[in-house]
T-cell receptor, first 114, second 112 residues
């Protein structure tokens, strides 16, 4: 079971780049790494997903080293509206056999300061 | 609009009563999930369903039950056997288990 570890909280000033790292030492070969954003009293929202190296979309980048034991979510030029909890999720496609292992980290609370 | 809905947003029940939380999706997704979130905590998987008429226990299934009779619907029943049912409950769906999940707005259950 791939357990994940993230910093509990981070602070950043508006306009800065923020990097949140997630450790997943027991990641399995078929596992992907997915990041979600959650605002208070709302359901999480998908940000980005990757398997290895670097993935970039319109809102974030995801860096995954060769050993895949960690990953870093990078948010460029954060604004006040990026204040939220960010979750790292490790899991792979379900083979249909046995139970599915799906592990959310405890999340990192990002506070963006004006 | 395609999406996933949960109802009601707030739910109050007396201790010892069973309660059913609704989850509906019109995204044509095969997989659906139920999570529980306690204050200041992450998400914990209760049940998931890969396809109609099939569902599997997650990490904290005790005291909960589900059904998946239709592709669009995945109701969760919180039974009286659940020791601490007060929590925020989130339903999600994805094309298949393991892919990007789309979450509903959640139901906040308070047991008095």
């Amino acid at each position: 079971l791939a357990k994940t570890t993230q910093p509990i909280s981070m602070d950043s000033y508006e306009g800065q780049e923020v990097n949140i790292t997630c450790s997943h030492n027991n990641i399995a070969t078929n596992d992907y790494i997915t990041w979600y954003q959650q605002f208070p009293s709302q359901g999480p929202r998908f940000i980005i997903q990757g398997y290895k190296t670097k993935v970039t979309n319109e809102v974030a980048s995801l860096f995954i080293p060769a050993d895949r034991k960690s990953s870093t979510l990078s948010l460029p030029r954060v604004s006040l509206s990026d204040t939220a909890v960010y979750y790292c999720l490790v899991g792979g496609p379900y083979s249909g056999a046995g139970s599915y292992q799906l592990t959310f980290g405890k999340g990192t609370k990002l506070s963006v300061i004006p | 609009d395609g999406g996933i809905t949960q109802s009601p947003k707030y739910l109050f029940r007396k201790e010892g009563q069973n309660v059913t939380l609704s989850c509906e999706q019109n995204l044509n997704h095969d997989a659906m999930y139920w999570y529980r979130q306690d204050p200041g905590q992450g998400l914990r998987l209760i049940y998931y369903s890969q396809i109609v008429n099939d569902f599997q226990k997650g990490d904290i299934a005790e005291g909960y039950s589900v059904s998946r009779e239709k592709k669009e619907s995945f109701p969760l029943t919180v039974t009286s056997a659940q020791k601490n049912p007060t929590a925020f409950y989130l339903c999600a769906s994805s094309t298949v288990v393991g892919n990007e999940q789309f979450f509903g707005p959640g139901t906040r259950l308070t047991v008095l």
